[in-house]
């Protein structure tokens, strides 16, 4: 009987590499693969309407899925936001719908500026908003992105709206 020779090695286990994050609207950014959260809110800072979507599209793009989601019927007369909301086009939709944009134009601006600034002082309540996703950013469940189907993601994040309106009465 002839026996069989080890190498003398040990065999290490495999490491487990880190998962990579995936699911649907997850998208690649600078930092990694993300998602965003969109949110609208009233005056108060209680949220309306929550959108989960890719970190890739612009976010002029989802402006309008986002008043769709809006749990109120009337339209809001104004919608604050920051300058990557800035487009003509969006602003002519809007506009159709009733709505006006207040957003400061962008820096280099070729075309004509659309609003004096008076409407501009309704920015300084873009800290209303920021406000609301500090109360977003306090549930961890979305901060960090556990969930692989989107739609669990949206559903916690909705739920997590109403947590907050529950809060506030």
């Known amino acids: 009987m002839s026996k069989a020779r080890s190498s003398g090695k040990k065999v290490l286990p495999m490491a487990r590499l880190p998962r990579q994050k995936g699911g649907g609207r997850v998208g690649p950014t600078k930092r990694g ?15 309306l309407a929550i959108d989960v979507d890719s970190a890739t599209p612009a976010e002029v793009s989802l402006i309008e899925p986002l008043l769709e989601e809006a749990v109120v019927q009337e339209v809001p007369p104004r919608l604050v936001y920051d300058r990557a909301a800035d487009s003509d086009p969006l602003r002519k939709r809007l506009a159709e719908r009733g709505i006006e944009l207040i957003c400061p134009h962008r820096r280099g601006r070729v075309r004509t500026v659309t609003q004096d600034g008076l409407p501009l002082r309704r920015f300084r309540r873009l800290r209303i908003m920021e406000r609301t996703i500090s109360w977003l950013q306090s549930f961890r469940r979305l901060v960090t992105r556990y969930e692989f189907y989107s739609f669990l993601f949206h559903s916690f994040a909705k739920l997590t709206c109403r947590m907050i309106v529950l809060r506030r009465f």
């Open 33 to 47: 693969k993300e998602t965003k959260l969109i949110v609208l809110v009233d005056g108060a800072g209680l949220p």
